[in-house]
């Protein structure tokens, strides 16, 4: 017999806990089930064992609304990260509804039963097996977990040392005393630069062009003194809402003033790098702030190791891999034993399920994004994505809570089907992201439009989205609520 849940969450990383616990405390009659291809909880920060990783946001905001994060560090590695997740799943009896080993590969959606009939492939078997729920909810992130991007780099098959990504990072890896050129200037690169740096011979950071890197400090001495004072969940509170709020302001400013935003940032680089190094150069992006993302570097590490002599940053493009390393178009040779491709995501929508809705085939990139997370004609189907201008939590949190607040409107009104219906009316975007990343610009097709006003637009504003996805009407006309057929 298949088995049934009322709702099926895909992905046990950040947003897959996030969702187990909203739907426990808001909608406790629901059944559910959580599917996880991989054998462990943690998603990205399980997966990723390259040298330094760790957050590239404040955990008072990278954690969850309901379990405040209580370690020293405000930006953690991820073994910390991880600790906190396991004892989230512990903490709240969440682990025993986890399926490890279990990929989601074809979801079919039926009007005469309003239900989903899920094919499930098992990692170790790939045996496939069905099962079927009334609500699927995908918190499976938006990165392929099979591979990273590497470019197409002419000459790489005759380098004679390593070549690496960091998505394929083996822990037992001996770089030590090695020359070691890590290309990219990303938020993984200026993580890696600055750790090796205290092992390798060398690190050369090989950017082809510079991006924003700030510095913030790794403990938050506000909030580790509010903790001595203060009740734990209350002091959290505070410094996740102080967080926010600079989080929101410092965006805003960035997009009101970039040009004095801008300046701000490359003067605090020049005092962390000296007089004499040439930051117009290395560290002086030719796009305002917060057109990409910008590069966190806890206590200025990277700067650190650039006085130090441990690592340097050459900005130039790659001509061609030789032998021995790597020729630029400058005709400068590095000579190196290790190269490191810290050169992005392969993106991917859905974790390329194939959806059908009454024997239809769905494409995500023709439906029209609803509130961030549903999408014009899909049924009982939502979808976490995370803030890109600021912590991820925040909008799986917020999803979350909106997914179960449906829910309960649907038990309550005794609806069976809950579609968000474009009308054609509605005037597109096709900056769904509104970034110009590169890893953003190479997947633009695959993801799925956006409206120019509310509820049809992926704001990326968590003050806004508070109002409208917590507190808004859930019936507001945009999104058509119904009994079943049969």
């Not at 046990?12 to 616990?21: F, K, L, P, Q, V």
């Not at 011979?201 to 938050?220: C, F, I, N, W």
């Not at 962390?272 to 190094?277: E, I, P, V």
Request: hydrophobic share 35%; net charge positive; aromatic share 12%.
């Amino acid at each position: 017999m298949t088995e049934k849940f009322d709702v099926l969450v895909v992905g046990a990383g950040i947003s897959g806990i996030g969702a187990g616990y909203h739907l426990q405390k808001k909608c406790p009659g629901a059944s559910y089930v959580i599917l996880e291809g991989r054998d462990k909880i943690g998603g990205t920060w399980d997966l990723f064992k390259y040298p330094g990783i760790r957050s590239d946001s404040d955990m008072y905001t990278l954690g969850f609304r309901f379990k405040p994060w209580k370690e020293q560090e405000a930006i953690a590695d991820a073994p910390s990260i991880l600790n906190y997740l396991n004892e989230t799943v512990e903490q709240f009896n969440i682990k025993e509804k986890i399926r490890f080993g279990k990929y989601v590969r074809n979801a079919t959606w039926s009007s005469s039963s309003s239900s989903w009939t899920v094919d499930i492939e098992d990692k170790s078997t790939n045996e496939i097996t069905q099962m079927s729920c009334n609500f699927i909810f995908m918190c499976s992130g938006y990165y392929s977990y099979k591979e990273g991007y590497t470019p197409e780099f002419k000459g790489i098959e005759d380098f004679k040392g390593d070549v690496i990504h960091p998505q394929k990072w083996d822990e037992n890896y001996d770089y030590s005393g090695k020359k070691v050129v890590v290309v990219g200037s990303g938020a993984t690169a200026v993580t890696l630069v600055p750790e090796m740096a205290k092992k390798a011979g060398h690190v050369t950071m090989l950017q082809r062009s510079p991006t924003y890197v700030v510095s913030a400090p790794e403990k938050d001495k506000m909030a580790n003194n509010l903790r001595k004072y203060l009740p734990l969940k209350l002091s959290y509170l505070i410094i996740r809402w102080r967080n926010i709020l600079r989080q929101q302001y410092y965006f805003r400013l960035c997009r009101k003033y970039p040009q004095g935003v801008k300046r701000a940032i490359i003067r605090e680089v020049k005092k962390a790098l000296g007089s004499d190094y040439d930051v117009e150069k290395h560290f002086t992006p030719d796009y305002n702030p917060w057109e990409q993302r910008m590069c966190l570097v806890p206590d200025g590490d990277l700067f650190e190791q650039i006085r130090k002599g441990n690592a340097s940053v050459v900005t130039d493009q790659i001509e061609k891999f030789t032998e021995k390393g790597i020729l630029l178009k400058s005709g400068k040779e590095i000579i190196t034993d290790i190269i490191i491709t810290a050169t992005g995501l392969n993106l991917e929508m859905l974790s390329n399920i194939n959806l059908t809705v009454d024997n239809k085939p769905i494409d995500i990139s023709q439906t029209i994004t609803y509130k961030g997370m549903m999408y014009s004609g899909i049924p009982n189907f939502a979808s976490t994505f995370g803030y890109t201008n600021a912590s991820w939590t925040l909008g799986a949190d917020l999803t979350s809570e909106y997914v179960c607040r449906v829910i309960n409107h649907m038990k309550k009104k005794n609806y069976d089907v809950a579609c968000p219906e474009n009308d054609s009316k509605v005037e597109t975007d096709p900056d769904y992201l509104n970034l110009t990343s590169g890893y953003i610009k190479r997947a633009q097709h695959i993801f799925p439009q956006q409206g120019k006003e509310s509820p049809w637009r992926n704001n990326q504003n968590f003050l806004r989205d508070v109002f409208q996805i917590r507190y808004g009407r859930i019936d507001d006309g945009e999104i058509t609520f119904s009994k079943s057929i049969s």
